[in-house]
């Protein structure tokens, strides 16, 4: 399998069981960081949607009776 590392294309084949090891690593760990990108958008999304429904549930302000003492 032909991949690329800093901007030079290498073929797997070629590597070294170590080097087997750690690119299949390298590419388990892009794959999470892809994952854990897309939770943390619907994180954000639900975050907004909570801090919404919260807002309408929060009670009204009562204005405050100003009186004047002259």
């Known amino acids: 399998m032909k991949f690329n590392l ?4 290498y ?5 070294s069981d ?4 750690c690119l299949d690593k390298l590419q388990n760990l892009n794959f999470k960081k892809q ?3 897309l ?3 619907d994180c954000e999304v ?7 429904l919260l807002k ?13 003492n002259t």
Do not use: C, V
């Not at 800093?6 to 294309?9: L, R």
């Open 6 to 9: 800093d901007g030079k294309d």
């Open 11 to 15: 073929n797997s084949d070629d590597l």
């Open 18 to 21: 170590k080097g087997k090891a």
């Open 35 to 37: 994952q854990l990108s």
């Open 39 to 41: 939770e943390f958008a």
């Open 46 to 52: 639900l975050q907004k949607h909570y801090s919404e």
């Open 56 to 68: 309408q549930e929060l009670p009204e302000e009562k204005e405050e009776k100003q009186t004047s």
